[in-house]
Nanobody, 125 residues
Framework: QVQLVESGGGLVQPGGSLRLSCAAS????????MGWFRQAPGKEREFVVV????????SYADSVKGRFTMSRDNAKNTVYLQMNSLKPEDTAVYYC??????????????????WGQGTQVTVSS
């Protein structure tokens, strides 16, 4: 079993930045690809980014490419999402998840087996 806990969300003005954290307990994340997804009210859960535990390519959704950066600290069993140049359309609940099946850089939420409870990000002036 893996427990994931996100933190770092909040209210930020357009153009601002936030850094989300996802701390894991129960099992190491060192050998798991991890992803971030988001869900806005009335919309389906949307892929944001997935990394590679082995140091391969990190894949970003086109909507966040160049603005968001995912990283991890295996010693702390934590992954991060640095979000810069935030836009109102980035407003959503953000979830981290551990990939369990499917292609290595899957964008399908169904391929992720463990999810955090989510953290709200609101971008508004």
């Amino acid at each position: 079993q893996v427990q994931l806990v996100e933190s770092g969300g909040g209210l930020v003005q357009p153009g601002g930045s936030l850094r989300l954290s996802c701390a894991a307990s129960g099992r190491t994340l060192s050998y798991s690809n991890m992803g971030w997804f988001r869900q806005a009210p009335g919309k389906e859960r949307e892929f944001v980014v997935v990394d590679s535990w082995s140091g391969g390519v990190t894949s970003y959704a086109d909507s966040v490419k160049g603005r968001f950066t995912m990283s991890r600290d295996n010693a702390k069993n934590t992954v991060y999402l640095q979000m810069n140049s935030l836009k109102p359309e980035d407003t959503a609940v953000y979830y981290c998840a551990r990939k369990e099946r499917g292609p290595s850089r899957s964008q399908n939420p169904g391929d992720y087996g463990y999810w955090g409870q989510g953290t709200q990000v609101t971008v508004s002036s």
